[in-house]
């Protein structure tokens, strides 16, 4: 399968300032990445879908000002936390998706980051 | 998106013992692909099986698809302290899912 890498694998940072998360597709290009969170012991809440070189689609309560997306080539996106608080703590997941031809998707789930606010 | 379940939720065996973990989803993929993550940690990919394909072994592990039933187990085989973790299995195609995971304990 493909990769999808993240970095940082784990941050911590003091509350008010902003932390950046990158998400990439190392062998293949992405037209679309979804990024996820994590809470304990649940699956992820998407939180916002990216298509290359268009604004971000963000689900219903997420804070587009707050949790800032860019997609700006076909094998990064980045994930971009504003003026952090400790409630935003969290797992963050990327997952990229590309397109097979006309037969569907195939998406693949980057190892995630861990944010820890103080 | 909507979410595909694994059961069980939970699983606890003993070391040596075999465990076995499925997944159903609700529409026609790709592939599918069972992930494994440990607490705190991040996701590993364990494997991918593909539509057209029935069955994937990858060491200890044993995968089979079945289309029509629109499920997957994951077989782990001689299970170790060491594979006490959370599975999920994810599906892409026209939509995608995730699941809610099965969290295995192997006790020694």
């Known amino acids: 399968g493909a990769v999808v890498s993240q970095h940082p694998s784990r941050v911590i940072c003091k509350s008010g300032t902003s932390v950046k998360i990158e998400c990439r597709s190392l062998?293949?290009?992405?037209?679309?990445m979804f990024w996820y969170r994590q809470f304990p012991k649940k699956s992820l809440m998407l939180m916002a879908t990216?298509?290359?070189?268009?604004?971000?689609?963000?689900e219903q309560g997420v804070e587009k000002d707050k949790f800032l997306i860019n997609h700006a080539s076909l094998t990064l996106s980045t994930l971009t936390v504003t003026s952090a608080h400790p409630e935003d703590s969290s797992f963050y997941i990327c997952?990229?998706?590309?397109?097979?031809?006309?037969?569907?998707?195939?998406?693949?789930f980057g190892p995630g980051t861990r944010l820890t606010v103080t | 998106s909507q979410q595909g379940e694994e059961d069980p939720q939970a699983l606890s065996i003993q070391e040596g013992e075999n465990a076995t973990m499925n997944c159903s989803y609700k529409?026609?993929?790709?592939?599918l692909q069972w992930y494994r993550q440990n607490s705190g940690r991040g996701l590993v990919h364990l494997i991918l099986?593909?539509?057209?394909?029935r069955e994937k072994h990858s060491g200890r592990l044993r995968v089979t698809l079945d289309t029509s039933k629109k499920s997957s187990s994951l077989l782990i085989t001689a299970s170790r302290a060491a594979d006490t973790a959370s599975y999920f299995c994810?599906?892409?195609?026209?939509?995608?899912?995730f699941g809610t995971g099965t969290s295995l304990t192997v006790i020694p």
């Open positions: 997952s990229a998706r590309n397109l097979i031809r006309s037969n569907g998707y195939e998406q693949y």
């Open positions: 062998d293949f290009q992405a037209t679309t």
């Open positions: 990216s298509n290359e070189g268009s604004k971000a689609t963000y």
């Open positions: 529409t026609s993929i790709n592939n």
């Open positions: 099986i593909r539509s057209n394909e």
């Open positions: 994810a599906t892409s195609g026209n939509q995608f899912y």
